[in-house]
């Protein structure tokens, strides 16, 4: 095996985003009014967002 041909095909990899840069050009990508349609309880109450579970007191 020639080991010129084995140098020349590494290369550095470009850096990847990490997912809170992904995660905050997701954000930054919904327009504010979307945002306000959301529950303000969203976290607090996911089993019954998700589940349809009763709400938590």
Do not use: C, R
């Not at 080991?3 to 990490?18: G, L």
């Amino acid at each position: 095996m020639n080991s010129s041909a084995s140098q020349e095909s590494i290369q550095p990899q470009p850096q990847k985003k990490s997912l809170w840069e992904l995660a905050d050009e997701f954000i930054k990508s919904v327009p504010p009014e979307e945002f306000n349609k959301l529950p303000k309880d969203g976290s607090i109450q996911l089993d019954h967002y998700i589940y349809g579970w009763p709400k938590e007191s």
